[in-house]
């Protein structure tokens, strides 16, 4: 949670960051490629098979650790973590260091399965594989094309390090020291000791699952073996990218705005607006409450008449209604003169310091500025030459601070964040719309180039929400026996209106 983060500066630091010394390990990058033969195997043969091969392995491969252990016992024994040694560990490198008969031995228990040959071939198509001349000569076969598909489904089933058979694999590594001696165990762990020795068949998974990931982190190889990344980059090389959204192409839904509800509202603002006039020649409280409204109107409108209600400029429109709501409730809370002309004196300055910079363009200026009229907005309650320009904020604060202060954080924190990263680009934003996920296993989930962009989820009764929102606290400010109408959204076809 937000409360658990600690703020250092300008950043929020999570818990686990917190920790001193702390380094990142990834499975995915650099430690489920030492052990590609068991991946493979996962990815071909069913879990029961899978699973009694690795305790055969564990079972043969054993003898290669105790043997170490009795040629290097006093070397060990002076060395602190040496339970943790990278030795005991049957990936690639230490196949590719064992004697031609300790491999064969090792190779006999998948070889012996009917699919262990073709479970093994992808192997063969990685020339940068530890010991790769000694596979290809063990297993007397030609890869194919089709090998990759296969290599590529294997790697997808262990992507994620929680996965069934990743924890499997995990499961195998920290066997092996175990039952060799190189790991040991207080007497008081006897029962967590009988867990690992029959998983998956005794214990809670909830809790033996995640103590093999654990344990299984202490023994990976540090640094990571170089040849991994020449696998990553053979496997981005030889296969191409899979697009998922290779058949998506632009969708247009039409707006469950109730049009007619829409127009009501906006009438009978109009309508109270002319009712509440005043006769003075500038009245900021009037014009901006009712300006405020009605420009929310107008953003609601454009979003359900041009159909923008899953597009990008939807969710920046609905950035823009948030902004109002917070903003006019925070002058009605206020409610004084001062905020209110102070609201609309910014907002001239503004008009003033756009227009001002516009004098200094050189050539054609943008075709979307009517200089006119940002030139008549700067003069038309004093002359710009009078008008101040105030380069801070009218309320000298920030919008989650009026937020606060008004009651409104929580429209806050549902509308503001995320839609402000469309309005500003920020890489989530462009991340969300315009990439996908590659398929291809291989190619670590990098992203993709949508065909088109995506689609996101309808900010429309959002959006109605809030302008609901904006017309309730104007009619505080200017109450009237006759209700402003609310917006609503259409029923659904099939659906009855329970209004």
């Given amino acids: 949670m937000l409360d658990n983060h600690e703020r250092i500066g300008t ?48 079972a043969i491969c054993r003898e290669w650790f105790l043997r170490i252990e009795a040629a290097k016992n006093s070397e060990l024994e002076n060395k602190s973590g040496a339970a943790h040694n990278f030795t005991v560990i049957v990936d690639h490198i230490k196949l590719a260091e064992v004697s031609d008969e300790e491999f064969n031995k090792f190779l006999s228990v998948v070889l012996a399965h009917p699919m262990g040959c073709v479970a093994l071939r992808p192997l063969l198509l990685l020339d940068c594989l530890p010991g790769y001349d000694r596979w290809r000569h063990a297993l007397q076969v030609e890869p194919s094309n089709d090998d990759w598909s296969i290599l590529a489904r294997s790697v997808g089933g262990v992507i994620d390090h ?28 006897a029962e967590r000791l009988d867990e690992l020795r029959l998983f998956p068949d005794k214990g809670d998974m909830r809790s033996v699952r995640p103590f093999i990931r654990s344990g299984e982190m202490v023994l ?53 607006f002319h009712s509440n006039a005043s006769p003075l020649r500038i009245d900021p409280r009037l014009d901006s409450a009712f300006g405020l409204t009605l420009y929310g109107l107008s953003i609601l409108e454009e979003i359900g008449m041009h ?74 309650d004093v002359w710009q030459e009078f008008l101040n320009i105030d380069v801070g904020h009218w309320a000298n604060s920030n919008l989650r601070k009026l937020a606060s202060e008004c009651g409104a954080k929580e429209t806050y924190d549902r ?46 009764p959002d959006c109605v929400e809030l302008v609901n929102e904006v017309i309730s606290t104007l009619e505080n400010l200017y109450p009237s026996a006759e209700p402003i109408p609310r917006l609503s959204l259409r029923p659904l076809q099939g659906t009855a209106d329970a209004g």
Wanted: with cysteine; net charge neutral; aromatic share 10%.
């Fill in 11 to 58: 950043k929020l630091i999570p818990p686990l960051a917190q920790i001193p010394m702390a380094k990142s390990s990834s499975w995915l990058d650099h430690h489920m490629p030492e052990m590609l033969w068991a991946v493979l195997l996962t990815g071909t043969l069913n879990r029961i098979q899978y699973l009694n091969c690795f305790r055969e392995i564990a």
């Fill in 307 to 380: 159909r923008m209600q899953t597009r990008i400029v939807g969710a920046i429109a609905l950035r823009a209604l948030a902004e109002v709501c917070i903003t006019l409730r925070y002058l009605a809370h206020i409610d004084s003169p001062s905020m209110w002309h102070s609201y609309r004196v910014y907002g001239a300055g503004q008009a003033k310091l756009a227009f001002l910079k516009l004098q200094q363009i050189q050539g054609d200026l943008p075709t979307f500025i009517d200089e006119d009229a940002i030139h008549g907005i700067a003069n038309e």
């Fill in 162 to 189: 929680q996965s069934e058979a990743s924890t499997d694999i995990r499961w195998f590594k920290l066997i092996l020291p175990i039952i060799s001696g190189r790991m040991r165990f207080p007497e008081s762990e």
């Fill in 220 to 272: 990976r190889r540090n640094p990571p073996s170089p040849w991994v990344e020449a696998f990553w980059t053979l496997a981005m090389n030889k296969t191409g990218c899979v697009d998922p959204s290779k058949d998506d192409g632009y969708t247009f839904s039409d707006t469950e705005i109730n049009s007619t509800a829409l127009y009501a509202a906006r009438d009978a603002v109009a309508e109270r």
């Fill in 415 to 460: 509308y503001y964040d995320w839609s402000s990263s469309y309005i500003h680009g920020n890489w989530a934003a462009v991340r969300d719309t315009n990439f996908v996920t590659c398929h291809n296993a291989l190619h670590r989930l990098h992203r993709i180039p949508r065909i088109a962009h995506r689609s996101l989820h309808t900010v429309e």
